[in-house]
């Protein structure tokens, strides 16, 4: 059974304190592997999609990398406009334009 | 890109009634997409609407209950039908956008509180 897991649930950084968030995922065939940053109240804002392991991209603060088995989201130098959840999901070779979400992870980051 | 509007942006409504949510995309678009996210929970697809075509549901969502209809290439509606506190959820469309990127759009969802 196909499987998006991410980690922590949760996350509370000081500005400036540099970390990542982990997308653990167990699916049949990869097709991408889709980075979201929502805000209370909002729909999903698109970040980032990766195809291959060993592929890496960059917005601002934000780079996201991937693996054969996971991904990485690293928030550089946060700062409060940061916080978020963050939700990671993935779309299957044989289910085009379908996303598998993880559970997202909440980012605080205080001043 | 593809920027998406919904409505309602939100309601509440009685147990045993139904809503009809409308989604609109500024271009048009193959495959449009229903995602529930229950209070606290993470997005969970619903169906599937292409236009021309019978919606796709996932496993645990059924027709009967949340009707979709696709009548053009920048519309879709989904209703929940018969509604319980239970359906209380934000509800979202979609749709992907492929090219050298496959980016997929989400619209601002239509939070639903049933009483």
């Known amino acids: 059974e196909d499987q998006v897991t991410q980690s922590p649930e949760a996350l509370r950084l000081q500005e400036g304190e540099s970390s990542s968030l982990n997308c653990s995922y167990t699916v049949s065939g990869l097709r991408g592997l889709f980075w979201y940053r929502q805000d209370p109240g909002k729909g999903p804002e698109f970040l980032f999609t990766?195809?291959?392991a060993g592929e890496e991209k960059e917005k601002e603060r934000l780079k996201a990398t991937l693996t054969k088995k996971e991904s990485f989201l690293h928030i550089t130098a946060p700062k409060p406009e940061d916080s978020a959840t963050y939700l990671c999901?993935?779309?299957?070779?044989?289910?085009?334009?379908?996303?598998?979400f993880g559970a997202g992870t909440q980012v605080v980051v205080t001043p | 890109s593809a920027v998406i509007s919904q409505k309602p942006s939100r309601d509440i409504c009685q147990r045993g009634t139904s809503l009809t949510i409308q989604c609109q995309v500024d271009?048009?678009?193959?495959?449009m997409f229903w995602y529930r996210q229950q209070p606290g929970q993470s997005l969970t697809l619903i169906a599937t609407a292409n236009q021309g075509s019978e919606a796709t549901y996932e496993s645990g969502f059924v027709i009967d209950k949340f009707p979709i209809s696709r009548p053009n290439l920048t519309f879709s509606t989904l209703t929940v039908s018969n509604m319980s506190p239970e359906d209380s959820s934000i509800y979202l469309c979609?749709?992907?956008?492929?090219?050298?990127?496959?980016?997929?759009?989400f619209g601002p969802g239509t939070r639903l509180l049933v009483l």
């Open positions: 990766l195809y291959s």
């Open positions: 979609s749709t992907t956008t492929s090219g050298a990127q496959e980016t997929q759009y």
């Open positions: 271009s048009q678009v193959t495959m």
């Open positions: 999901a993935a779309m299957t070779t044989d289910s085009w334009g379908k996303l598998q």
